[in-house]
């Protein structure tokens, strides 16, 4: 009698499932530090995208913006500049700032220095500076406005 039968025996399916849950393990480490990182760079990404927004709606609206880190640095606040009444305000009045946006920070993300505001005028003229953005894993992502530019860069972390 001919055994023509063909497939795998349990100790063949056994180690195969082995071998995938070993591959697995090794692997799931890694998966979860790539996702953190892309998380902490979108992030930064989502920043510097509201920096240049707010210059935009600047200039477009002809009402000067600011974007304000919170003073825990979990998050930023996005203004306009009233101009309801007759006179024309200062910029540094805080009375005349009206929030458009409140935005905290994704979680165990923060944004330095504390307080740190960035203005724009209906001509599109701003000041200039940089915001550390921190994760979790004590990454550092510079956010430098210079210009009608913003840029993004990962610093390296002395710590680690």
Not at 114 to 121: L, S, V
């Amino acid at each position: 009698m001919l055994n023509n039968e063909s497939g795998l025996t349990l100790i063949e399916l056994c180690l195969t499932m082995l071998i995938l849950g070993l591959v697995l393990m090794a692997s799931t480490p890694k998966l979860a530090r790539s996702f953190k990182n892309l998380r902490s760079k979108s992030v930064a990404e989502d920043v510097a995208a509201d920096l240049v927004l707010c210059r935009h709606r600047a200039i477009l609206s002809g009402s000067a913006r600011r974007m304000r880190v919170w003073d825990n640095g979990l998050g930023y606040t996005v203004e306009r500049l009233s101009l309801e009444s007759g006179n024309r305000p200062s910029l540094r009045s805080s009375e005349a700032w009206q929030v458009e946006i409140d935005n905290p920070m994704a979680t165990e993300t923060t944004l330095s220095p504390p307080g740190q505001a960035f203005e724009w005028t209906p001509a599109g003229s701003q000041t200039t500076g940089t915001l550390i953005l921190t994760d979790a894993q004590n990454r550092l992502f510079e956010i430098r406005m210079a210009g009608k530019s913003v840029t993004i860069h990962e610093m390296v972390n002395a710590g680690e």
